[in-house]
């Protein structure tokens, strides 16, 4: 379970503050999906969970743990982040998921590193491609190499930045149906940003809707409404039933 409680966070010391009393819970097991326009504080917000900035108030727990106060080094065996561009340099598909143990092995890789590897490896069915090099990948297999070699890491919470942000249709289906399995068979919890919200409601389990820093809704995809898009992106949409599923239609060519 993630649990951030009355977060603030500000750049400097004269600068309004850009997440304001920010609280959440996430269920281990569960996808959480960070929405809202750009500037509302979402990268900063992961910033603060990954540890590259420190709030000016708050907490944030995971099973129970405090993270803040946690060496960074344990902290990254707990959060896994993967980043929305990667290189993976010339390194082969199965050394670009090592590198996930880094902070397990220190300096050389010992048997429970390679075995990790290989389990994540037939568990996301990359058998085939596990010796070329990663670079020279699609972008959706480089995608899911890199939530391979976050799952390396063993963590309890995985961070995903706009994950299917360069991705054609095909990919992100790949992408988002590879982070569900994960979930639910690994019972991790997955914190994710996402522009699409039709993509954001396939993915997600809960919703946190953040405006100007402070969290404007949360909940289930019941709290997702007309109303709610128009006040927290400020565009008219049509929200639309397909098969007891919500589509979610936006913007003035629809309505
Ligand atoms: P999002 O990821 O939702 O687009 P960000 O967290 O990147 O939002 O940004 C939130 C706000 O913080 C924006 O107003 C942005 O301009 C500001 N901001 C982001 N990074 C910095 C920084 N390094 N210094 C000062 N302000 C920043």
Do not use: W
Request: aromatic share 6%; net charge negative.
């Amino acid at each position: 379970m993630l649990k951030i409680e009355h977060l603030s966070f500000q750049y400097s010391r004269r600068s309004l503050p850009v997440l304001r009393d920010v609280s959440l819970e996430l269920p281990a097991g569960q996808i959480g999906m960070l929405l809202g326009k750009n500037g509302a504080g979402k990268t900063t917000l992961f910033k603060i969970i990954l540890g590259l900035l420190t709030p000016s108030e708050g907490r944030i727990e995971l099973d129970g743990e405090d993270i803040l106060s946690m060496p960074l080094r344990e902290r990254a065996r707990r959060i896994a982040y993967v980043p929305q561009h990667i290189h993976f340099g010339e390194l082969s598909v199965y050394d670009s998921i090592l590198m996930g143990r880094v902070s397990y092995f220190g300096l050389k890789a010992g048997t429970a590193d390679h075995n990790a590897v290989e389990e994540i490896i037939r568990e996301m069915g990359m058998e085939e491609f596990a010796d070329r090099n990663a670079e020279h990948l699609s972008g959706g297999e480089k995608q899911k190499i890199a939530i391979a070699r976050a799952m390396a890491q063993n963590p309890k919470l995985l961070v995903l930045d706009e994950p299917t942000g360069n991705l054609d249709i095909s990919n992100e289906d790949l992408i988002i149906t590879e982070a569900k399995a994960l979930a639910e068979k690994k019972k991790i919890s997955i914190i994710s940003s996402m522009h699409d919200l039709n993509q954001a409601l396939y993915m997600g389990d809960h919703f946190y809707f953040l405006k100007d820093g402070k969290i404007r809704c949360s909940g289930k995809e019941d709290i997702i409404t007309e109303e709610l898009i128009k006040e927290v992106y400020g565009i008219d949409s049509r929200i639309i039933a397909y098969e007891n599923k919500k589509i979610i239609l936006g913007g003035k060519h629809y309505v």
